[in-house]
């Protein structure tokens, strides 16, 4: 293995850390600490076995995958929508409970299971080109307006005024782009990402504007186990009187999972197209993101699709081949991990 390919997996890894663990920001905001445990072991799932499973399956060695804001939220409030879709908890405002939460997992990772066979059915019809006629801007603005909701959403489980929820994300928006702009000024400052200052930016302003929430309301149990996985998952849906129903009443959220999944994929595929002249066979891509997505379904992680910042962070450190791919995914699994705890 050149030593070109493991830097390159390492600056994968590395900046893209931050999309590697949205599973566990979006899951704690929106379902507290009872979603802890899947979120994580989601998180593990998604960081290592897809991109692993992906040199398998001879996909295209430039394109790096993650879970990302746009299908990672849509898969998110499919879960929080089918988790309250029973007729005991229509219409209530506190979170799911763990029974409901469970069910709500169950449900919605069989139809994003569902949404990836759509999704390999369309890679054989070879519908790729289709695809790649939408231009860059529509799938571009897709996950830039889910990353600000996603800023949103993490304030407001810190702080319980809606108005310092609001400006606390308007800052670290601001911030990301500040950062941005002194790194185009000053490259020495590209060292440390856009994500990380406005990351430190929030916590800065958690301590300063309001208290957090009581350490107390977020214990949970994060140990490792298999409990989340779909495949153990799926038989708790037999026992549901209401099972068609349920299944019907996420049909929709399924179908957006799908089309997002693949606007998110080609975003990263004609990203490295037009940057670096690379040349990737659309309908294969769409095969292969199909099938990988298929089995993170049924092991219990979260929709991955391609990741820009992932892929040029490979390119530019000189990673061209199936080893950057698979040291990204291993130094990603480690850091899961590691910090896990935390």
């Known amino acids: 293995m050149r030593f070109s390919e493991v830097r390159a997996g390492l600056e994968s890894s590395i900046h893209g850390f931050a999309t590697s663990i949205g599973p566990v920001l979006v899951f704690a905001g929106l379902f507290g600490s009872v979603s802890l445990a899947a979120a994580l072991w989601a998180t593990l799932v998604t960081a290592v076995c897809v991109p692993l499973v992906r040199v398998l399956l001879r996909a295209h060695p430039s394109i790096h995958t993650s879970s990302r804001a746009a299908s990672l939220l849509a898969y998110a409030a499919l879960v929080l929508q089918l988790s309250l879709a029973n007729v005991a908890t229509v219409g209530h405002q506190s979170l799911p409970t763990v029974a409901e939460f469970a069910i709500g997992m169950a449900a919605a990772s069989?139809?994003?299971?569902?949404?990836?066979?759509?999704?390999?059915?369309?890679?054989?019809?070879?519908?790729?080109?289709?695809?790649?006629?939408?231009?860059?801007?529509?799938?571009?603005?897709?996950?830039?307006?889910?990353?600000?909701?996603?800023?949103?959403?993490?304030?407001?489980?810190?702080?319980?005024?809606?108005?310092?929820?609001?400006?606390?994300?308007?800052?670290?928006?601001?911030?990301?782009?500040?950062?941005?702009?002194?790194?185009?000024?000053?490259?020495?400052?590209?060292?440390?990402?856009?994500?990380?200052?406005?990351?430190?930016?929030?916590?800065?302003?958690?301590?300063?504007?309001?208290?957090?929430?009581?350490?107390?309301?977020?214990?949970?149990?994060?140990?490792?186990?298999?409990?989340?996985?779909?495949?153990?998952?799926?038989?708790?849906?037999l026992g549901q009187d209401h099972l068609i129903e349920l299944l019907w009443i996420g049909i929709p959220g399924m179908l957006t999972l799908a089309l997002v999944m693949i606007l998110e994929s080609h975003t990263a595929c004609s990203t490295m197209e037009a940057r670096f002249g690379v040349r990737i066979q659309a309908n294969h891509e769409l095969l292969v993101l199909g099938c990988t997505n298929l089995l993170c379904a049924a092991l219990g992680g979260v929709p991955s699709t391609g990741s820009p910042i992932r892929c040029i962070s490979n390119w530019i450190a000189g990673g061209r081949g199936k080893s950057a791919v698979a040291v990204a995914a291993l130094v990603t699994g480690g850091l899961v991990l590691a910090l896990a705890g935390l």
């Open 110 to 237: 069989l139809l994003f299971a569902l949404a990836s066979g759509l999704i390999t059915l369309a890679g054989v019809l070879k519908l790729g080109h289709i695809f790649k006629m939408i231009p860059s801007t529509v799938t571009a603005g897709i996950s830039n307006s889910t990353a600000a909701l996603l800023v949103l959403i993490a304030c407001r489980q810190l702080w319980s005024s809606p108005l310092q929820a609001l400006a606390a994300a308007i800052l670290m928006v601001l911030a990301y782009w500040g950062w941005s702009q002194s790194q185009q000024r000053w490259p020495v400052l590209r060292v440390v990402p856009n994500v990380l200052v406005a990351v430190l930016v929030g916590l800065c302003l958690s301590g300063w504007l309001a208290e957090p929430v009581s350490a107390a309301a977020t214990v949970a149990d994060v140990s490792w186990n298999t409990q989340w996985m779909g495949v153990v998952l799926w038989p708790q849906l």
